[in-house]
């Protein structure tokens, strides 16, 4: 168990929906990043947020979107799904500099 | 840029040592990390080492760092069934708040009785 929690962990839904994935990290942690993993795609990095500021991006597409509560749970909010949005979405933290552990993942389904 | 590359596929047997390839092209100081994936299952951080070193051992994992080939290896010894799984080397650069991971493809090792 890494300590990073990551709910939900199936999500099914529907072309043109809005979900929201949640991740709260380690105790302590104040990095947050999120990584999407699909079979085309691999393991790609999408943003990061450090203490509630964001502080790089990846791939991240305009419908997507993500932010970092004073608390320093995340979410990745993801809208107008579209098929190829289908994926594991993994939520990763740490301390500064240092390695990141990940979630167990979020897998969403868009059907 | 970042780029890293992994071979897609190794199979051993039981009790063999496996080694796992990787390289990378970029040439600052670079943390380079190995994660193990089960089916299933989110990312396991296995080891990791930083670009100023040669090897790096921890029980039955030996990382080998070739800087000049930006070459990286992950060897197992006395290989598990357990450890069939998915392996993803991964760099980051050093410094600043902003570290982001750039993962290889990934290499299922595939162990056999």
């Known amino acids: 168990d890494s300590g990073v929690t990551q709910t939900p962990k199936h999500l099914i839904t529907a072309t043109g929906q809005r979900v929201t994935l949640r991740c709260s990290p380690r105790?302590?942690?104040?990095?947050v990043y999120w990584y999407q993993q699909s079979l085309d795609q691999g393991l790609q990095f999408l943003i990061q947020?450090?203490?509630?500021?964001?502080?790089a991006k990846g791939n991240i597409l305009e419908r997507f979107s993500a932010q970092q509560f004073p608390d320093l749970h995340s979410e990745l909010n993801l809208s107008s799904l579209e098929l190829g949005d289908s994926a594991l979405y993994f939520c990763?933290?740490?301390?500064?500099?240092?390695?990141?552990?990940f979630g167990p993942g979020t897998r969403l389904t868009v059907l | 840029g970042e780029d890293v590359e992994q071979s897609l596929f190794l199979s051993v047997r039981e009790g063999d040592s496996s080694v796992i390839n990787c390289t990378y092209t970029?040439?600052?100081?670079?943390?380079l990390y190995w994660y193990k994936q089960e089916p299933g299952a989110g990312l396991q951080l296995l080891t990791y080492?930083?670009?100023?070193?040669d090897m790096k051992q921890d029980q039955r994992l030996t990382v080998l760092l070739n800087k000049k080939d930006k070459h990286l290896s992950l060897r197992i010894a006395d290989t598990q069934t357990g450890d069939s799984a998915i392996y993803f080397c991964?760099?980051?650069?050093?410094?600043?708040?902003?570290?982001?991971?750039?993962f290889g493809t990934g290499t299922r090792l595939q162990v056999t009785l």
């Open positions: 990763a933290s740490s301390e500064l500099g240092s390695e990141q552990f």
């Open positions: 105790s302590g942690d104040l990095s």
């Open positions: 947020y450090y203490n509630g500021e964001e502080r």
């Open positions: 970029d040439s600052s100081s670079t943390y």
């Open positions: 080492i930083f670009s100023n070193m």
């Open positions: 991964a760099e980051s650069k050093v410094g600043g708040t902003a570290s982001k991971l750039t």
